[in-house]
């Protein structure tokens, strides 16, 4: 028997385990999922819940029950990977070996990174929102809040979701206004970048939007500490952006068993063909989703799309055919605006989000770089799609592939 091991039981974990075990031959391979509980969480609930969009109980699910029968669950943190020897160790001494190994732990918020944010102020006046607790903690915050200065803080790119924060500035924005309290909140979003976005004609969208809405952005702010005494993020040049509440996506990290068994780079991410997210250095492992070093977005799609390329590339390099599929960077992404709003962008490594319409049989076509309901209704019916699609492997009706159909070039 030859043995497949699955690191991380998440979006990308559960979907290649699924669709692998199809490909298979049952007789000759076992698939093995390890991950470090059987909670598996639907992350993109996470930004409406600290507005009383969702509760854990709506975005909280057993791994388990995800996983075809036949693929092996091991509850147990990751200690190790021993790549010379291809063998696993989990955190208890258990080893795993493994013929292929398919790195898929993600990325996490690492407020641990930033002097002065984690601490006495952290879940009082410094909150996050990518994280189940963090969410519910700032959900109680926000509900009693009166008002001052609220600063939406992004400490360094990648991160998962990179519209994310915007999305959540936007969101705080009308969720004020409709408590009639937004004449009492002043909103700031401080952002790394030069603009509120990576990608020039988004960027300069959604820059306009907040501009919109009375909302200040702080660009090229590379944050050195957070002073939670002074209430003031200080940056590497010695700006002072003060608060009252900070919201802030601390720095994303891989995992730090990556780390251990130097497999990453810098930021714990696992260095690996773009194309075909084989590991650059060891032919019988592969990094999918968040955990590789892919240059486009960390993303719930961004994951979907190439684990389709990836699974086929799988077959391919374990009968000894050269990999077939080439992944071209596809990520898509609804960006919630508030109001029953929300955005839609699409793009790859070589095209960035353009203006137009998305095609879609049906359900579509959803407006792209524009704010529309129905861009709206598409996120919040993602969630039935996430369960009851994607994660079972079944194939969904969008293409894999960026397509220029209905995109506006020359803008
Ligand atoms: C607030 C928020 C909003 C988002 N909104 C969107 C959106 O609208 N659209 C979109 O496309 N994407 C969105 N995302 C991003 C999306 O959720 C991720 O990109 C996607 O889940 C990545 O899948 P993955 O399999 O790489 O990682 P994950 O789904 O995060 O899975 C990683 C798994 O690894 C496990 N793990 C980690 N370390 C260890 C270890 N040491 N040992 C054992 N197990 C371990 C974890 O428990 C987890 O189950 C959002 C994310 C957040 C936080």
New binding site residues.
């Given amino acids: 028997m030859r043995n497949l091991v699955i ?7 559960t979907i290649a385990a699924n669709r692998l075990r199809r490909r298979l031959a049952r007789a000759a391979w076992n698939v093995t999922v ?4 059987d909670d598996h969480l639907y ?2 609930g ?2 409406l819940l600290p507005f009383g969009g969702y509760n854990a109980e709506d975005l909280i699910r057993p791994r388990r029950r995800y996983l075809s029968d036949d693929v092996d669950l091991v509850l147990a ?2 200690d190790q990977v021993d790549a010379d020897a291809s063998q696993v160790r989990l955190h208890g001494g258990q080893m795993l070996d493994y013929d292929y190994l398919v790195i ?3 990325t996490s918020p690492r407020p641990d990174q930033t002097p002065g944010m984690l601490g006495d102020h952290w879940q009082r006046s410094i909150f996050d ?2 994280t189940l607790g963090g969410a519910e903690a700032l959900r109680r915050r926000l509900a009693t809040w009166t008002g001052g200065r609220l600063v939406v803080h992004v400490v360094e790119m990648p991160i ?2 990179p519209v ?1 924060p915007l999305e959540f500035t936007f969101l705080a924005d009308a969720y004020f206004a409709e408590r009639e309290l937004r004449d009492a909140v002043d909103i700031t979003y401080v952002t790394p970048l030069d603009g509120a976005f990576t990608k020039p004609v988004a960027a300069g969208r959604l820059g306009g939007m907040l501009d919109d809405r009375g909302i200040a952005l702080e660009t090229d702010f590379i944050v050195d500490r957070v002073d939670g005494d002074r209430h003031m993020l200080v940056s590497m040049d010695e700006r002072e952006v003060p608060y009252d509440l900070l919201v802030t996506v601390p720095l994303n990290m891989g ?1 730090d ?1 990556i780390a251990r068994s130097g497999l990453g780079d810098e930021l714990n991410y696992v260095p690996v063909d773009k194309h075909t997210l084989q590991s650059k250095r060891h032919t019988n492992i592969f990094a ?4 590789n070093d892919i240059p486009t977005s ?4 961004v ?1 979907h799309f190439s684990v389709d390329t990836f699974v086929d590339n799988f077959v391919d390099h374990v009968h000894g055919r050269p990999m077939s599929r080439s992944f071209d960077g596809h990520a898509n ?2 960006v919630e605006s508030g109001r029953g709003n929300a955005m839609l962008i699409d793009f790859n490594y070589d095209t960035e989000p353009l203006p137009g319409k998305y095609p879609l049989p049906l359900l579509g076509p959803f407006t792209l770089l524009e704010e529309s309901h129905l861009n709206h209704w598409g ?1 919040l019916g993602f969630r039935w799609a996430y369960w009851n699609v994607l994660l079972p492997g079944h194939p969904m009706p969008v293409p894999t592939a960026m397509s220029m159909a209905g995109k506006q070039q020359g803008v």
């Fill in positions: 690191l991380g039981g998440g979006t990308g974990g390890v991950d470090q509980d992350q993109p996470l930004l943190d990751v898929a732990t993600g929102f990518y998962k979701c994310a995992a068993y999918i989703g968040d955990a960390k993303a719930g799609s994951t992404c609804f996120k």
